[in-house]
């Protein structure tokens, strides 16, 4: 008899190491019907039948000793054991799809659209694309880069990274990066004195405010006890005109510090004070809230990226 909670005793647990590894077309048709909650749908997909499906999760089931579903009249639930035995389950097959594209190729050679924020697109992952071909010449990249992070991505798209709160219905967001603000302006007009007394001087010079951002001139002056005076200079839609206006010589700006950094190494900007501020919204990765497995390519870009960041 199954137990919804706890597997019983097999033979492999007396063979020490040796465990004994389910088949993997049981596996496979249980991650299939769990992402599905259904054997119908996960039939579909795999090019079984229904009850080919319900046969091997049920010798799965038997295998463990545990229930892995609750079958209801309509949909499958994953019973406490199925929940967590998924996610290491899915995470191993992704490892074999990314090990298998990444030692013989992407599967199909499909190209992978990636959709981000022009600015994280230009001024951060551009400089590091040449090292992710290096290591994926098989991999067909197209980028596409939006201002706004309320835009629809594309069907098509198939890593999809925003900027914001981690909200956006119909997804799933996994953050993948925070980073501080900093103020940067032309290294000619970095002011003298305390760290007080050069914010004082910034906020009496024109500042470039980042659409979004609005709140970090005033919560840098409110950090240094200064009174913001009224509102002067002017408002632009993307960190990268912000830097360039600001490396142009216009007045200040308040960037996301790995958008500055290049331009400060280079000396094209400055950051005239000492400041971090922390921002509330962070970059995210973002799936649909479907029952469709990535594919290799993305793995691979999904791995690749974190480890960058």
Not at 76 to 94: C, H, I, K, N, W
Not at 187 to 201: L, T, Y
Request: proline share 8%.
């Amino acid at each position: 008899m199954l137990h919804p909670s706890a597997p019983a005793p097999s033979d492999a647990s007396s063979q020490g190491s040796n465990y004994d590894i389910p088949p993997l077309i049981w596996l496979r048709a249980f991650e299939a019907s769990a992402r599905h909650s259904s054997f119908t749908a996960a039939a579909d997909e795999l090019s079984l039948t229904p009850a080919a499906i319900s046969h091997q999760v049920r010798s799965l089931e038997k295998h463990l000793g545990v229930m892995l579903f609750e079958r209801l009249p309509r949909k499958l639930v994953l019973t406490e054991l199925g929940t967590a035995y998924l996610p290491p389950l899915r995470q191993s097959f992704d490892t074999l799809a990314a090990a298998t594209a990444g030692l013989f190729g992407p599967i199909g050679r499909r190209t992978l659209m990636v959709r981000a924020p022009v600015s994280f697109v230009s001024l951060w992952l551009a400089p590091r694309i040449p090292e992710f071909m290096r290591l994926h010449p098989a991999i067909r990249l197209r980028l596409t880069s939006s201002v706004w992070t309320h835009s629809q991505s594309d069907e098509a798209t198939d890593i999809d990274i925003r900027f914001g709160d981690g909200t956006w219905p119909g997804f799933r967001a996994e953050p993948i990066a925070s980073f501080k603000a900093v103020p940067v302006c032309h290294p000619a007009h970095v002011p003298k004195g305390s760290a007080r007394e050069r914010i004082a001087e910034l906020s009496r010079i024109e500042h470039i405010h980042v659409t979004g951002y609005e709140d970090l001139w005033q919560r840098l002056c409110l950090g240094a006890q200064i009174s913001l005076p009224p509102y002067h200079g002017l408002i632009v839609d993307t960190s990268i005109a912000a830097l360039e206006l600001a490396a142009a010589g216009y007045g200040a700006a308040i960037v996301l510090e790995c958008f500055a950094r290049h331009y400060i190494d280079s000396g094209r900007l400055a950051m005239p004070v000492q400041a971090d501020l922390a921002v509330t919204h962070a970059h995210y990765l973002l799936t649909r809230e479907t029952a469709k497995r990535p594919s290799p390519e993305a793995i691979i870009f999904t791995r690749w990226i974190k480890q960058q960041l």
